[in-house]
């Protein structure tokens, strides 16, 4: 079953994980379970709560490479054997609350809840899921332990939403064995699907020019999931502007003008799991200038300003190298 609580006595009780290679065969099946949970904190402190476990289509990732070789991101999620304490899985990845607990309002005490997901291969059998947070020294804390039974009824095996468009923009092979992404339209109302598909195309295009993704094109699959929005374009607060659309993503996150992020992961993930991915990019439909990334999350980029070319590729290389900025000093 998928507890609803954080369990201490079984982290309390838990063997010390260990690292072994492990056959994906042998423990996991062809499927993704997409784990959502609520983070809960502030500058000051962190929790994090389990809210549902749903399965989805086929695993995106590698069958061969399961754990973590990276370092890199604050959180840690990992899958671990309760029996034998062995990982079977692990990935790093930084959060919509890590970037929330920068500003100003957490540090005055503010709390702030946000949706989260993390995505895992489907065990065959229980497994112990568990979220870390890496400290200034590098040092991993937990801070979230649950029991995941894939066979629970309390996993959702939900259909998916109706009324979502797929596109294969660039196809080079079987997912398992290729970096999958995820174009989202944010911001597109029904009638300016012929304009998502040209913006698509664009975006692909320039994509593939770059280094390293010129010289690596067949290593790539990316789809466009079109979701038609009720309004054109997103909010843009700070003008007084406020839209309905399809994945809730807006202009002056977490207080900054040019920010764009969306703080409903529902909704995004929602749309994305219509196609496998490894990354997700979100694109928006306006003029203006924004986007926004966050590593092993997603990435915004707006479609139409002169700087969206630079914005575009900027934003992923946050999203998915886990890049600083190159202007920070």
């Not at 568990?130 to 804390?141: K, T, Y």
């Not at 406020?242 to 969306?262: I, K, M, P, Q």
């Amino acid at each position: 079953m998928v507890h609803l609580a954080v369990l201490a006595a079984m982290a309390l009780a838990a063997p010390l994980a260990t690292v072994q290679p492990v056959a994906f065969d042998d423990v996991f099946v062809d499927a993704t379970l997409r784990v959502d949970t609520y983070h809960t904190g502030n500058a000051a402190g962190e929790t994090v709560t389990l809210d549902r476990v749903f399965r989805q289509g086929s695993w995106a990732g590698s069958l061969r490479h399961l754990t973590d070789r990276f370092g890199v991101g604050r959180y840690l999620a990992t899958v671990v054997d309760p029996v034998t304490g062995v990982v079977l899985f692990s990935k790093g990845y930084d959060s919509y609350f890590g970037e929330y607990r920068t500003t100003a309002a957490a540090e005055k005490g503010v709390q702030r809840t946000f949706q989260e997901s993390v995505l895992i291969p489907c065990p065959k059998k229980p497994v112990r899921f568990s979220i870390a947070v890496r400290q200034r020294d590098g040092a991993l804390r937990e801070i979230f332990a649950t029991e995941i039974d894939p066979n629970s009824t309390a996993v959702v095996n939900a259909p998916l939403d109706a009324g979502v468009t797929v596109i294969q923009a660039a196809h080079a092979g079987d997912p398992h064995l290729k970096v999958d992404i995820a174009i989202l339209a944010e911001g597109y109302t029904a009638a300016e699907e012929a304009k998502f598909r040209t913006d698509l195309a664009r975006f692909v295009k320039l994509f593939f020019t770059q280094e390293p993704y010129a010289s690596h094109k067949g290593s790539f699959n990316i789809y466009g999931v079109f979701t038609p929005s009720q309004e054109s374009g997103i909010s843009e607060p700070s003008w007084g502007v406020y839209r309905t659309t399809a994945l809730g993503a807006t202009f002056d996150s977490l207080g900054s003008e040019r920010y764009v992020l969306t703080e409903d992961n529902r909704r995004v993930r929602d749309a994305a799991a219509h196609v496998p991915y490894d990354a997700l990019m979100i694109m928006v439909n306006s003029a203006r200038y924004g986007g926004g990334g966050i590593y092993n999350l997603y990435c915004t980029f707006t479609a139409d300003n002169q700087w969206s070319s630079y914005v575009f590729l900027h934003e992923f290389g946050h999203s998915f190298g886990g890049l600083a900025d190159e202007y920070y000093t």
